[in-house]
Structures are given as C-alpha cells and as structure tokens.
C-alpha cells in the first residue's frame, strides 16, 4: 500500500467520523432502541380513522430526514405512545431531525426537504426504519 492509498484511507475514516457525530448517531441509536423497547404497538398500518395503528412514512433513499422529522411530529400529535418519558424521547428526536435537515447535516439523508416514500408502516416498523438507517452510519467503513 502507497502512501497515497494510506492517506486517503485515513481520510476517509476522518469524515466519517465527522459525519457520524454530526449526525448524532449514538444518541439516535439510543434513544430508538430504547422507544422499540417501550413501544407494544406492532398492528398493521391502517389509513382509517377507526384505527388506533398510525401510518408513518418509510423513506426512499436520500429522504430519510423529512421523513423522519414528518413521522416523529405525527408521533407527538397523535400521542402515539402514550407515555410521558416516550414523548420526551420522540420529542428530542424530532428536534434532532429537523436540525439535521435545517442545518444540512448528514447530507446523504437530506436530498431534499420533502418526504418522500413509496411506503407506509407502522410505528414498529418506522422505528426500525430510524434504526438501521443511524446503525448503517454507525458501521465502519460504511
């Protein structure tokens, strides 16, 4: 390996940790983990005003952020878990997300300021959404 390769390889390694701070992602993974942990709601997503399930946005690629920041607001209106210490977390979150997108942090998921998504889920399964997108920014090397 040249010296250029190693140099660049560092570099790398230094933006994704700039990135990943930026991001805040410990604290996202955090806090989702422990809202999955709290959270018994896992029915289907019904688009009715009978159902107690809320349908929430699973974002495409690069729209992660207005998604998340349009499903963490529904969350709070809506008072989809129903517990003080729950909305607390939702509401640090949603803070969190809209000042990523305001701010143009984690500029992969910030290709625009409009959610969009093909799909919708359920509040499990927007949750997980959160996860994985966070845990893949996490990952080293990513």
């Known amino acids: 390996m040249n010296a250029s390769m190693l140099s660049y390889m560092l570099f ?4 994704l940790s700039v990135q990943a701070h930026n991001c805040s992602v410990r604290e996202i993974i955090r806090y ?3 809202l999955l942990g709290a959270s018994s709601v896992s029915c289907p997503c019904r688009e009715t005003a009978v159902s107690s399930c809320s349908c929430l946005p699973i974002a495409e690629p690069g729209h992660e952020l207005a998604c998340f920041v349009e499903g963490t607001e529904h969350m709070l209106k809506n ?3 129903n517990h003080n210490t ?13 000042t990523q ?12 300021n409009q959610c ?18 966070y845990q893949a920014i996490n990952k080293p090397g990513a």
Do not use: P
């Not at 790398?12 to 933006?15: A, G, H, N, P």
């Not at 977390?89 to 969190?96: E, K």
């Not at 997108?101 to 625009?112: F, H, I, M, P, T």
């Open 12 to 15: 790398s390694c230094l933006l």
């Open 32 to 34: 989702t983990k422990h």
């Open 79 to 81: 008072n989809i878990l």
């Open 86 to 98: 729950s909305n607390t977390i939702i509401a640090r979150l949603n803070l969190t997300f809209q």
């Open 101 to 112: 997108l305001d701010r143009k942090l984690c500029e992969s998921l910030a290709r625009g």
């Open 116 to 133: 969009q998504y093909k799909t919708k889920g359920n509040v499990k399964e927007f949750l997980n959404k959160i996860l994985r997108t």
